[in-house]
């Protein structure tokens, strides 16, 4: 999984708990986009910071083309942040990791949800007005593959005796 589809996995699920199980019209944008922001309120999910390797990587082996498949697990800390929204909304967005329906599509992604941290104020001053913002960090487990090719020896052709 890439930080790109971890991102989209997770703007699904928001989406789905703000704008689909409460009914709400909340704009969700993902961080360091190349556009314009909203107008009116909005959640912004950053992409995925302190990103860390846990434990071991299983490995698989293809017994016919010499690949190994590598699959690592990493955790990663994620923002989300909530503008000219209270906390709330935020607080939607973590009580929904409670919901069944909610855990079924993590783990259809392979994304497990790990742990939060506090919600905390970050309002600032933005062009002359006071803006409301709120901030949450999130912890998620999501797996890494990567592929090697061993290259087997497919034949060797000896023309000499072995002493």
């Known amino acids: 999984m890439t930080d790109i589809q971890l991102q989209d996995a997770l703007y699904d699920w928001i989406n789905k708990v703000l704008n ?51 699959v690592s697990n990493y955790e990663a800390s994620v923002t989300i942040e909530a503008v000219g929204l209270l906390t709330d909304y935020l607080r939607l967005i973590l009580d929904s990791i409670e919901k069944q329906s909610i855990r079924d599509y993590l783990n259809t992604k392979n994304i497990s949800f790990m742990r939060s941290e506090n919600i905390i104020p970050i309002s600032d001053m933005t062009e002359n007005e006071w803006e409301l913002r709120t901030s949450v960090d999130i912890f998620v487990l999501y797996p890494h593959e990567t592929t090697e090719n061993a290259s087997y020896i497919g034949s060797v052709d000896w023309n000499n005796d072995i002493l």
């Open 20 to 70: 689909t199980d409460e009914g709400l019209n909340i704009d969700i944008i993902h961080g360091s986009q190349n556009a314009p922001r909203p107008s009116s309120s909005y959640i912004v999910i950053h992409q995925p910071i302190n990103t860390r390797k846990i434990g071991r990587s299983d490995r698989s082996y293809s017994d016919t083309d010499g690949n190994t498949n590598i």
